[in-house]
């Protein structure tokens, strides 16, 4: 194997059409911390410690086009850890409360893998896949 040019995701750059909505999720929901806020850009960055998702707001919400992950261009869907079956499990029952989170599939095995996953969309229109390994 060659080495990579690259050494990870410095950070994941989402537009979405509701920034305070979507930081409410990220902080709330799933413990990030705010790290930075450029109000006149306007972009927040959270983080989990490890990764870092800066939000952009998208300048006219109501005439922005929604990702269609079938016919459009761009990211397919964010997947992000968590740590192993059972927190999988409790976020699943959390994220079914939270308003503005659609959840595609409950969590389920990944395949013939001892990985299980879920899908959703977060407020804003991002499809987030949640992963764990076993415990």
């Avoid at 409410?24 to 490890?50: H, I, K, M």
Wanted: glycine residues 8%.
């Amino acid at each position: 194997m060659s080495d990579p040019v690259t050494q990870g995701a410095h950070h994941i750059g989402l537009t979405v059409p509701d920034i305070a909505a979507t930081k409410a999720f990220f902080t709330d929901v799933l413990g990030y911390d705010v790290v930075a806020e450029r109000p006149a850009y306007p972009a927040v960055f959270v983080s989990d410690g490890v990764t870092m998702i800066t939000l952009w707001q998208a300048g006219d919400p109501a005439t922005a086009t929604p990702f269609d992950r079938r016919t459009n261009i761009g990211l397919h869907h964010l997947a992000l850890n968590v740590a192993g079956h059972e927190a999988l499990a409790a976020l699943a029952e959390t994220l079914k409360a939270t308003d503005g989170v659609q959840i595609e599939f409950a969590p389920k095995a990944l395949g013939e893998t001892p990985l299980r996953h879920m899908m959703t969309t977060i407020p804003g229109g991002i499809r987030v896949e949640f992963i764990a390994a076993p415990a």
